[in-house]
């Protein structure tokens, strides 16, 4: 079926570093989203992309949706310890249903 | 405020025993699902349903079942044919099932022991 092959699967990094991540697959999709897993929580949307091409910021996230329509990316800039978790990027197949990444788990050196 | 509620955060059960785990949700969404969290997955789906009195089942149902009786409530029973069903589960919610933004739970971790 179909995949979406999220990396890196972990990061280590300085409190202030600027992060990024990305997701990819052998298919088209429509819709690229990105969502943050806290500790023992349900995850929360962060960023939905609709459009080849757009670039969408919420804060100090900015994400993208790639133009071939088969990846996208996350950038966190200036990293701070609540930054931590585990970050998913999904997106809908053409049954109208949610496939996720396996997420990128985000740890702040101390 | 709106929003999504599962019950209880924690469950213990003994192997044998079927479980049921509580979703409900005062958002007004016709869509609710249910996945499964393994450590290092994604999320999996178990099932979900678009509208009141019918589900579909989603790519790992086999051991669970589910119920929607009411737009606000979507219940889990993890039966004992589940080999395997130590996890966090999740419930979440959409305004219908064309609708990419779901809104989850807190979750369930359930241990069995």
């Known amino acids: 079926g179909q995949q979406l092959n999220q990396s890196p699967q972990s990061m280590f990094i300085q409190e202030g570093e600027d992060v990024s991540m990305n997701c990819t697959s052998s298919s088209i999709f429509n819709t690229w989203l990105w969502y943050k897993q806290d500790p023992g929580e349900g995850p929360v949307l962060l960023i939905a992309l609709y459009k080849a091409g757009e670039l969408t910021s919420n804060g100090r996230l900015t994400a993208q949706f790639g133009i071939t329509r088969k990846d996208s990316f996350l950038n966190i800039s200036a990293s701070i310890p609540s930054d931590v978790g585990i970050y998913f990027c999904?997106?809908?197949?053409?049954?109208?249903?949610?496939?996720w990444g396996a997420g990128t788990k985000l740890i702040i050196k101390p | 405020d709106g929003g999504i509620t599962q019950s209880p955060k924690y469950l213990f059960r003994k192997e044998g025993q079927n479980v049921t785990l509580s979703c409900e949700q005062n958002?007004?969404?016709?869509?609710m699902y249910w996945y499964r969290q393994d450590p290092g997955q994604g999320l999996r789906l178990i099932y979900y349903?678009?509208?009141?009195?019918?589900?579909q089942k989603g790519d790992i149902a086999e051991g669970y079942s589910v119920s929607r009786e009411k737009k606000e409530s979507f219940p889990l029973t993890v039966t004992s044919a589940q080999k395997n069903p130590t996890a966090f589960y999740l419930c979440a919610s959409s305004t219908g099932y064309w609708n990419t933004e779901a809104f989850f739970g807190q979750g369930t971790r359930l241990t069995v022991v």
């Open positions: 349903s678009q509208i009141v009195n019918d589900f």
């Open positions: 958002l007004n969404h016709d869509a």
């Open positions: 999904a997106s809908m197949d053409s049954n109208y249903q949610l496939i």
